[in-house]
């Protein structure tokens, strides 16, 4: 007697997560449940072409048999999207320019693909499958890198006028402050993104280097210091790594006071490498947000931190082919 295999073949989907080092593909379950998942490097200076070759051959070859029964695939790119087409207008970390990622992977597979930013794959991820089960009002920050996020507001995912909603990282907190990697300065991004804690405790070792002696030591030399010598300096107790960082709390704590009174979420999830490689700056900025927000957008405030960890991309694109097929919109 033939099986029936009806079920499973609607519910499960393909997820794939293409940043700046690695590409992650993986088969998902509606109950945002991994089945089987492939990592490959992305390749550096590699143009579209072979990653996007890269990617078939993984859905195909690496995801076993039940990756056939998918119905369709989500792709989280880091970068500008057209959601209309799946085009990736501008994604730096692969240089990549007006990729059209959707059309191709489509037809090499034979499937509907959706293509969306990273980071609001991972937002997904996390709110249907991770910390923000459940909830209708929620925003997350990734701090990574680079910093970004997502607003869920009333059970649906802000995406704006032309798709950038959840660019969070370039809020001005600082007006002319440091310059930021967009044309702007001040951004969060550009205090409390990987790139900008290496940059400022270079330029506190410089200044001070008795007292960055041992971010030096642990680095290598000044000019080799980055985000993850400050937390692993911090995790020592050192004095000048933890002074870096309460100064990174404080300019993360003025960001989110600026979006949870915008936005006004239930919960705030914190996530992304710099938050793991130092989880006490949620503790850290939760004191400050609480003294400054409005009481009344804070009333019913919850901090979590991002359950997914890497997972949150290939589970959260999954999760957005998923919903696009069965005709759902949030
Ligand atoms: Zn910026």
């Not at 080092?21 to 998942?37: F, N, P, Q, S």
């Not at 039940?66 to 240089?95: E, F, K, W, Y």
């Not at 006028?161 to 969060?188: D, F, K, S, W, Y």
């Amino acid at each position: 007697m033939r099986r029936p295999t009806v079920r499973r073949t609607a519910s499960t989907t393909l997820g794939v997560d293409v940043g700046g080092t690695k590409i992650a593909t993986a088969l998902v379950d509606a109950g945002g449940k991994i089945l089987a998942e492939h990592t490959i490097p992305t390749g550096a200076e590699r143009n579209a072409a072979p990653v996007i070759a890269d990617i078939v051959a993984c859905v195909r070859e690496r995801l076993g048999p039940h990756a056939r029964d998918a119905v369709a695939l989500g792709v989280g790119v880091a970068g500008q999207i057209d959601p209309s087409d799946g085009t990736v207008l501008d994604a730096p970390n692969v240089h990549w320019h007006d990729v059209p990622l959707g059309a191709e992977l489509a037809s090499a597979l034979g499937l509907p693909v959706f293509v969306t930013n990273d980071v609001r794959a991972a937002t997904w991820g996390e709110w249907l499958h991770g910390a923000g089960r459940g909830a209708h009002d929620l925003m997350t920050l990734f701090v990574g890198t680079g910093v970004g996020g997502g607003i869920v507001s009333g059970g649906r995912v802000l995406t704006g006028c032309t798709n950038t909603a959840g660019e969070i990282g370039h809020v001005t907190i600082v007006a002319g402050g440091r310059q930021c990697t967009c044309p702007n300065r001040g951004c969060l991004e550009a205090y409390v993104g990987g790139w900008a804690i290496a940059a400022q405790a270079r330029e506190a070792a410089q200044a001070d280097q008795a007292g960055g002696r041992r971010l030096t030591e642990l680095a290598g030399s000044v000019e080799t210091i980055t985000a993850r010598t400050v937390a692993q300096a911090f995790r020592e107790g050192d004095a000048f790594a933890q002074r870096l960082m309460r100064e990174v709390a404080r300019h993360l704590a003025a960001g989110i006071v600026t979006f949870v009174n915008a936005f006004n979420p239930c919960l705030f999830i914190l996530g992304g490498g710099v938050i793991e490689g130092v989880p006490e700056l949620a503790q850290m900025v939760e004191g400050p947000v609480r003294a400054d927000a409005l009481v009344a957008a804070t009333r019913q405030l919850r901090f979590a931190r991002a359950a997914l960890g890497n997972d949150a991309g290939v589970v959260g694109a999954a999760a957005i082919a998923r919903d696009a097929v069965a005709g759902r919109t949030r």
